[in-house]
């Protein structure tokens, strides 16, 4: 007869293996153990685990930008901008720049004069942070100040990665306290290399990308980009301006969609020459500047610092590379490593040498900028290709939350555009083709003093892989939401005919 808590048995006296099995009042005691770490430990972790999942992800928010708070703020901001005069006056314009010269490991820590104990570059992810060894070429900040008709501009940049939020805000405060200069006329950029100085960034994201952080590069790096602007100033002379592109599509490539994506092909020039003093060209190129291997741990300027370096010396004037609209724009170098960095550059410079003697240059341009300080969405951090981390998870790997600076610059007959970001080439076309409508040339810049990571037209939003997944921070709607800020940014700039 059966009992209660007596094991189930077959005719020969042995246990029946189902009430084994079952787990059930028939269980053995090695079954019941089982159960009880199912109960008490396994279902309660991932009872853990669903609890975590609801509080940290949700579904990705495709809902249109139009009448978002975030949209309305920015429009309310838009709204208060003044339409400039764009009356030619006489241009007086100035050139700065010096050495940007890291030097780690090389005697006292003297973070003032670029000395550090160690210092990593920043660029390729893979390094993990490990501090440069060297300088195998040298890196500079550059400044042209540009004045016509009151107005005052300085354009500015490092060859860096990018140009860090806290070294543009320190090198705008003190330009503003020191020289009156609005912190809105100061166009910033970088070129992009991946072998510039790292070390500037506080929090997760930062530390991928530029090394631990380094007390003292904040400060060095806005030292140097203040005294490149300040000696622009100093140097304002009468001047004449003029603009112009040519094309190398052969030497980039649409890293995301390959022969089936749309690219950029323009070398931007904006020039200046002044009356009795030296001439200086900027330049932007939308291929990163990444022809430069990962694997080398020397400071080291990639093809936008050999293109700098033989303009100059075959000019004997000035030269500035601002990083051009690079998302999903890659290099296509004649030859792999050092080698094909330095043809690539030595190449586009060839191209922009055979270009300046055709350029007019006048000596009464209009000039006028419009800053617009655009307030970001929730941030979208995937982490799958629906779902997303919920905005308290994503705001501690994204932890910047300030409005973004979006920048038109109208000099001469050029419209030049700064943005905070890797921003798209196949957007910088349509950019391109809004001016040209309009009688002007236009350059989309990157790197302006913020970073909201990468920015591609919506439709690639879906695709896999780097750029599109991990690296696009704010939705599918946030390129069309820029672009549509851009568009009226720039209208006032740029009334057509």
Known sequence: MWRPGAAAQDRSGRRHPIAVASGGPLASP???????????????????????????????????????????????????????ALNPAPL????????????????????????FAALPLAGYGHRQGRPATGMREELTARALALRSGGTTVVIAGIEALIVPPEVAALAAGRLEAKHGLPPGNLYLG???????????????????????????????LADRLVAAAEAALADLRPARLGHGRFRAPSL????????????????????????????????????????????????????????????EEATGGWALFLAGAMGSHGPVAPARGVDGADQMGRELARRTLEVLPALALRPAVPLAVRTLAVTLPEAQVRVSQDLRLRAWAAD?????????????????????????GDFSGELALDVKDFARARGLDAAVTSFNGAYVGYILPGRHYALPGYEPRTMSFYGPQFPDYLMELIRDLAAPLAPGP
């Open 190 to 220: 970088a070129t992009h290399t991946h072998a510039g100085p790292g070390g500037w960034g506080e929090g997760w994201l930062a530390r991928q990308f530029a090394g631990p952080f380094t007390p003292g590069v904040r400060e060095w």
């Open 92 to 115: 007086a314009a100035g050139f700065g720049g010096g050495a940007l010269l890291p030097a780690p490991g090389s005697g006292p820590v003297d973070p003032a004069a670029g000395r």
């Open 396 to 420: 501690r790997l994204l932890p910047w939350r300030a409005p973004v600076p979006l920048q038109v610059l109208r000099a001469g007959d050029a419209l030049w555009v700064s943005t905070p």
């Open 252 to 311: 980039v490539r649409n890293r995301l969609l390959g022969p089936l994506g749309r690219i950029d092909p323009e070398f931007s020039l904006l020039v200046v020459a002044q009356d009795a003093g030296r001439r200086g060209v900027v330049g932007a190129y939308a291929a990163h500047a990444t022809a430069l291997p990962g694997q080398g741990m020397e400071f080291a300027g990639d093809y936008p610092g050999t293109w700098r370096r033989a303009v």
């Open 30 to 84: 090695a079954a019941m153990n089982w159960r009880r770490v199912l109960t008490r430990t396994l279902l309660p972790g991932l009872g853990l685990v669903a609890a975590l999942a609801v509080a940290t992800l949700r579904p990705v928010d495709p809902a249109p930008y139009p009448g978002q708070p975030y949209h309305q703020e920015t429009r309310a901001r838009l709204a208060e901008l003044t339409a400039p």
